[in-house]
């Protein structure tokens, strides 16, 4: 009896002992589920049990200095599959063919992406148009689903597209401004956790955890679109005209507080098709190789990557005779020399064991410091670099920022070469802008130190930025970095530079009624003597109280001119003729050039010959009557057109004697002969504006005609040409 009750307890330990070694087991195994892989087990549980899908943030738009919107994002949707579905409904092949229609997306990527059943959501195509995704959305095809998304789209194509960049697929920013800014811009995504069924269904009245997007910020640039426009309208003629080989770039600053006002670089693109070349010339290049295949694909590559580039900012170049504004300044300031000192231009200066040579070979003779500014005496400036010594020159060159990046926004900026030890042949070469390089940014930041007053500035093109209402939210201020030179040495220099543009070698950026300053700059690139030239401009305008300067360079210009103040100028003055007016400044005449003023001919059909010769003679013109007649029936040039004062309208008086008429042929670019040819064979009559009282020779080459190329005129019209010399620096 003893030993059956020892057996019974031994029986109930073992029983008991199992037991709770089983516990223990299945503890040890819920704890290693709970606490080892309870995340897992609890993400495959939320896989199965919910849909999870992102709200795309909006971005943030941009904006012009006056809120027109630059930039913005639309609402757009993202298709995507549940291959779990497709599998389970067996309609693969209605998805297919449904989706490779109407998204023509890759039909064996698509069939790839069908069978990933592990998988309860696959991304099919982003940024699709509504229009298109209700397309798909009509034909209610179980397992495919569609999530909102958003679409960058750019107003105005084109318009400062190396500043603002563009984004990619996920809304990320690639270049430009979208690039730098894109923590700013992008905002956070949002979430959608929705429950679903057995059957994969989802139960959006069941349960639904909804996580908001915080939208991105809104930028509001420096840029004013006005300007921009007129800046990209002149870059883009002078980009065709001189039929450029590598491209060329422009920036506008208010020189008082660095604020880019227009930034335009051609060739260009549109930011809302930024991989597809439109430019003409920059087709006819890849056309030029000879390329096929493969090699066309990597050189179309290239020349789309190089056309995303902002040449404003990235590239540096030896600056040439601009630079010389710099030099002028540091030896005012210096006490070097003096406006009225007397100099000596043989032609060429005999630096160590070189001669070196001005641009003008026969040299200019005797001129003051003024007049060697005004004339771009190549060795009045290396005798002025000879007298501040090569440390002070570099010193000079440093203060001007011109060794250090300007800390710029777009990325990529360039900090640009000079010398590590300045020797003499070095720094007499240095005194006209060639053996270093810096950008174009960091040159129109020196040259409006030297006219603002001699406050470096750091150039800025952030303005604020705002909430997604378009409200500042942060406003940025103008940054000085430091003087460097004096107020009255810049009142001097702004004196000098608009005799520069009234009566020296910028005489191309001359506008007749505003008050122009500038220097003009040609430099020859390396290797030296492959006739390859950067020709350009930097002008300033009020030339006593500036308010805007412009800094345009066209490089490798093929069309025969090659010297800034030909080409360059010009073209400075263009946008300077646009833009002045723009911002309220009224062209102030003197009596002396009062007659080059335009002329808007008055409408005189209808009205008596006496009528007509009274009104066409009040304003300056000269009114050729043809016909017998009593009344106006026609007159050439129609009402509207600009003339010079004294320029001829032909007024007939019957129906059916009209004369003749002309287009205008294009001579920018062609000398006097040239020109003169080109105007008798058209049958108008060439008129040379005075310009200061230098000879008009063969070395002379037109950069302004009115009325412009191709306008329609009447035989014997006066067409107004203003011409400079062709190696003009």
Not at 499 to 515: D, I, W
Not at 559 to 585: F, Q, S
Not at 620 to 647: F, M, N, R, Y
Request: charged share 25%; with cysteine.
């Amino acid at each position: 009896m003893v030993r059956k009750r020892s057996s019974v307890k031994k029986r109930i330990k073992n029983i008991t002992a199992f037991f709770l070694a089983g516990v223990m087991v299945l503890v040890g195994r819920l704890g290693w589920i709970q606490f080892v892989r309870g995340g897992e087990y609890k993400r495959l549980a939320a896989e199965q049990q919910t849909r999870d899908s992102i709200v795309s943030a909006k971005r943030g738009s941009i904006y012009d200095r006056n809120m027109k919107v630059l930039a913005q994002s639309a609402t757009a949707e993202r298709v995507t599959i549940n291959p779990q579905e497709i599998d389970k409904h067996k309609n693969a092949e209605v998805v297919v063919e449904t989706l490779v229609k109407i998204l023509r997306v890759d039909e064996k990527d698509l069939r790839e992406k069908i069978k990933r059943t592990d998988r309860q959501s696959v991304v099919i195509k982003k940024q699709v148009e509504k229009s298109v995704a209700d397309r798909i959305r009509k034909k209610n095809i179980a397992g495919i689903h569609f999530e909102e998304d958003s679409k960058r789209y750019y107003p105005y194509g084109s318009l400062a597209a190396q500043v603002i960049g563009f984004t990619g697929a996920d809304s990320q920013g690639l270049e430009g401004l979208e690039n730098v800014l894109d923590e700013q811009l992008r905002g956070i995504d949002g979430r959608i956790v929705a429950a679903k069924d057995v059957s994969n269904n989802e139960m959006p009245y069941k349960y639904e955890n909804y996580i908001p997007a915080q939208d991105g910020k809104g930028v509001v640039l420096t840029i004013d679109e006005t300007i921009q426009r007129y800046t990209e309208k002149h870059l883009q003629q002078a980009y065709e005209e001189n039929l450029l080989g590598n491209g060329g770039a422009a920036i506008v600053m208010d020189p008082n507080t660095g604020e880019i006002l227009a930034m335009a670089v051609v060739p260009t693109y549109d930011l809302n098709e930024p991989r597809v070349i439109t430019d003409q010339l920059l087709l006819d290049q890849l056309e030029d190789m000879e390329l096929e295949g493969e090699e066309y694909d990597k050189a179309y590559s290239a020349a789309i990557t190089k056309m995303w580039r902002n040449k404003a900012v990235v590239d540096s170049y030896e600056p040439g005779s601009t630079f010389k504004t710099i030099v002028a300044a540091s030896a005012l300031e210096n006490g070097v020399t003096n406006e009225h000192e007397s100099f000596v231009c043989t032609g060429v200066r005999h630096v160590a064991n070189r001669d070196i040579h001005c641009w003008k070979t026969e040299g200019h003779g005797e001129e003051t410091f003024t007049q060697g500014v005004m004339n771009s005496c190549n060795p009045v400036f290396m005798e002025l670099a000879s007298r501040l010594g090569a440390t002070r020159f570099e010193n000079c060159f440093r203060a001007f920022g011109l060794t250090e990046k300007t800390g710029f926004t777009i990325p990529g900026e360039s900090s640009g070469t000079f010398h590590d030890s300045l020797g003499v042949v070095d720094l007499a070469t240095s005194s006209f802008g060639q053996t270093f390089t810096i950008t174009p940014l960091q040159l129109i930041s020196a040259v409006s130190a030297v006219v603002n007053g001699g406050n470096l500035m750091k150039p800025r093109i952030i303005k604020a930025y705002t909430d997604n209402n378009g409200k500042i939210i942060e406003n940025f201020e103008p940054e000085l970095v430091r003087n460097v030179i004096s107020e009255q040495t810049s009142v001097k220099m702004r004196s000098i530079l608009e005799q520069v543009v009234s009566e020296g070698t910028g005489k191309g950026a001359y506008v007749n009624g505003f008050r122009i300053g500038g220097k003009t700059g040609t430099s020859e690139k390396l290797p030296r003597g492959n006739g390859k030239y950067i020709a350009s401009f930097v002008g300033f305008a009020p030339a006593d109280n500036p308010e805007i300067i412009c800094l345009l360079l066209l490089d490798e210009p093929r069309a025969g001119a090659t010297g800034g103040g030909a080409i360059a100028a010009p073209a400075v003055g263009k946008i300077m003729e646009d833009v002045l007016p723009y911002l309220g400044h009224k062209p102030q005449y003197t009596e002396e050039n009062a007659q080059a003023i335009s002329i808007t001919v008055p409408n005189i059909k209808g009205k008596t010959v006496a009528e007509a010769t009274e009104k066409l003679q009040s304003l300056g013109l000269v009114i050729s009557v043809k016909g017998s007649g009593e009344k106006v029936t026609t007159q050439i040039p129609e009402a509207g057109t600009k003339l010079h004062k004294d320029s001829v309208v032909l007024a007939y008086t019957q129906e059916g004697e009209e004369g003749g008429t002309a287009i205008v042929p294009n001579v920018i670019g062609m000398n006097m002969e040239n020109a003169q040819t080109a105007f008798k064979n058209a049958g108008l009559v060439m008129k040379i504006e005075a310009s200061g009282n230098e000879k008009i020779t063969s070395e002379h080459i037109a950069v302004k005609q009115s009325p412009q190329a191709d306008s329609e005129v009447a035989e014997g019209t006066n067409v107004y040409v203003k011409f400079v010399h062709r190696d003009s620096d």
